[in-house]
């Protein structure tokens, strides 16, 4: 089992940053993918980035690429992802989430995730 738990989210202006952490339990942290996901209201979840096990295979979805990094520590079992030059659509609760799969950028392949964590950015 992995808990993953997130912290970060918060309130900012159109045009800051935020940085999310995602803490993660066990002695295997190295081996799962992690995913960056987010849901705001009346929406489905949507895919936001992923980064590999290793941290060197990284994928972004189009509408955060060049705004977002998502990268990884696995000697502190932690998962960030920094976000800039944030814009009022990017207002959603974001979810970290760990799957097996080398890459993946759909919901079913993740097994665990965390509770998630507000992010609310005003226009």
């Known amino acids: 089992q992995v808990q993953l738990v997130e912290s970060g989210g918060g309130s900012v202006q159109a045009g800051g940053s935020l940085r999310l952490t995602c803490a993660a339990s066990?002695?295997?942290?190295?081996?799962?993918?992690m995913g960056w996901f987010r849901q705001a209201p009346g929406k489905e979840r949507e895919f936001v980035g992923t980064?590999?096990?290793?941290?060197?295979?990284?994928y972004y979805a189009d509408s955060v690429r060049g705004r977002f990094t998502t990268s990884r520590d696995n000697a502190k079992n932690t998962v960030y992802l920094q976000m800039n030059s944030l814009k009022s659509e990017d207002t959603a609760a974001y979810y970290c989430?760990?799957?097996?799969?080398?890459?993946?950028?759909?919901?079913?392949?993740?097994?665990?995730w965390g509770q998630g964590t507000q992010v609310t950015v005003s226009s």
């Open positions: 989430a760990a799957g097996i799969r080398g890459i993946a950028t759909m919901a079913h392949e993740y097994e665990y």
């Open positions: 980064v590999s096990g290793s941290g060197t295979m990284i």
């Open positions: 066990g002695r295997t942290f190295s081996r799962y993918t």
